[in-house]
T-cell receptor
Framework: EDKVVQSPLSLVVHEGDTVTLNCSYE??????LLWYKQEKKAPTFLFML????IEKKSGRLSSILDKKELFSILNITATQTGDSAVYLC?????????FGQGTRLTINP | EAQVTQNPRYLITVTGKKLTVTCSQN?????MSWYRQDPGLGLRQIYY???????DKGDVPEGYKVSRKEKRNFPLILESPSPNQTSLYFC?????????????FGPGTRLTVT
């Protein structure tokens, strides 16, 4: 059975800290790993990773995929209160997307 | 503006009363999908469609039906809703074939079945 597991499930840090969110996956016919940010509405796309070892960056956010060990990490540096959200990772199989439970990140000022 | 729309956004209904949640996308995407989101369980796929007249079950299809008669529309039908279908529902469409690539999500429909 396909599964995606995220850790930690919840994280509280202070503004300015750096955080690392983890995602491990077991997805049949794996194609890519996607990260989404969800505030009080629909998920919004952050990254899609298809190749091992190649870091993707967008501002203070970055992510990398390890296809040998079947995991991905999402890093956020110099966190801001606006980064507070649930972060979802999802493994893309041949025809469907399997989501993890999400990590709820809270940034305190 | 490229978007996925869903209606209604909020719905309270009673057990057994048939309902339809509409989903429409204006991006000419072939792949569309329905998810439900429940606390602690993340997003779970209900049904997906790779193209017009092509639909398939996701991980939690029981109690739901879908149809894909046109490329832009993918309605979710609950023939006889039950309280365990109370959830937040998202429709999504994808840039890639077979669902590969970024999925664009609709705003969500919060359904309560009493």
């Amino acid at each position: 059975e396909d599964k995606v597991v995220q850790s930690p499930l919840s994280l509280v840090v202070h503004e300015g800290d750096t955080v690392t969110l983890n995602c491990s996956y077991e997805v049949t016919n794996f194609r890519s790993l996607l990260w989404y940010k969800q505030e009080k509405k629909a998920p919004t796309f952050l990254f899609m990773l298809t190749s091992s070892g190649i870091e993707k960056k967008s501002g203070r956010l970055s992510s990398i995929l390890d296809k040998k060990e079947l995991f991905s990490i999402l890093n956020i540096t110099a966190t801001q209160t606006g980064d507070s959200a649930v972060y979802l990772c999802a493994g893309q199989g041949a025809q469907k997307l399997v989501f993890g439970q999400g990590t709820r990140l809270t940034i305190n000022p | 503006e490229a978007q996925v729309t869903q209606n209604p956004r909020y719905l309270i209904t009673v057990t057994g009363k048939k309902l339809t949640v509409t989903c429409s996308q204006n991006m000419n995407h072939e792949y569309m999908s329905w998810y439900r989101q429940d606390p602690g369980l993340g997003l779970r796929q209900i049904y997906y469609s790779m193209n017009v007249e092509v639909t398939d079950k996701g991980d939690v299809p029981e109690g739901y039906k879908v149809s894909r008669k046109e490329k832009r529309n993918f309605p979710l039908i609950l023939e006889s809703p039950s309280p365990n279908q109370t959830s937040l529902y998202f429709c999504a469409s994808s840039t890639g074939t077979s669902g590969r690539g970024e999925q664009y999500f609709g705003p969500g429909t919060r359904l309560t079945v009493t």
